[in-house]
C-alpha cells in the first residue's frame, strides 16, 4: 500500500511559475515510478509527466515539454514537478500517481497507475 499526498497548487499568471510535491509513503515506495496527470476543464485525465523508480528516466508529454520538469528525492520519497512558462491551457487538476516499477514511458495509461493521490487544483490566467 502507497500513500500520495500532493500540494503546491495555486493560482498564477500565465509565464510565472509553480511547484508541486508529492510526498509518498508506504512500502517498496523507492520501487515505484511516480508522475503526474492532470484534468481540465471539460476533459479526460491525461499523462503530464513521470520519473522511473531508479530516477534515471523522465517522460514527458509533448506540450509541458521544455517548461516542467520532474524529479525525485528517495531520501525524502518526495517527486516534484517544477512547472516554468505556465500557459492558461495548463489549468487542470493535478494528480499524482504511482506504479510498481511502472515502465510505460509517456504512454502511461490510467489503467495501468497503481496508486492515485488526491489532486491539487492549478490555475493559470491570462
Known amino acids: 500500500q502507497v500513500q500520495l499526498v500532493a500540494s503546491g497548487g495555486g493560482s498564477v499568471q500565465a509565464g510565472r511559475s509553480l511547484r508541486l510535491s508529492c510526498a509518498a509513503s508506504?512500502?517498496?515506495?523507492?520501487?515505484?515510478?511516480i508522475g503526474w496527470f492532470r484534468q481540465g476543464p471539460g476533459n479526460k485525465r491525461d499523462f503530464v509527466a513521470a520519473?522511473?523508480?531508479?530516477?534515471?528516466?523522465?517522460y514527458y508529454v509533448v506540450s509541458v515539454q521544455g517548461r516542467f520538469t520532474i524529479s525525485r528525492d528517495n531520501a525524502r520519497n518526495t517527486v516534484s514537478l517544477q512547472m516554468n512558462s505556465l500557459k492558461p491551457e495548463d489549468t487542470a487538476v493535478y494528480y499524482c500517481?504511482?506504479?510498481?516499477?511502472?515502465?510505460?514511458?509517456?504512454?502511461?495509461?490510467?489503467?495501468?497507475?497503481?496508486?492515485w493521490g488526491k489532486g491539487a487544483l492549478v490555475t493559470v490566467s491570462s
Open positions: 520519473i522511473t523508480w531508479r530516477g534515471d528516466s523522465t
Open positions: 508506504g512500502r517498496a515506495v523507492s520501487s515505484y515510478t
Open positions: 500517481a504511482a506504479a510498481y516499477k511502472g515502465g510505460y514511458g509517456s504512454s502511461w495509461p490510467e489503467n495501468l497507475v497503481d496508486y
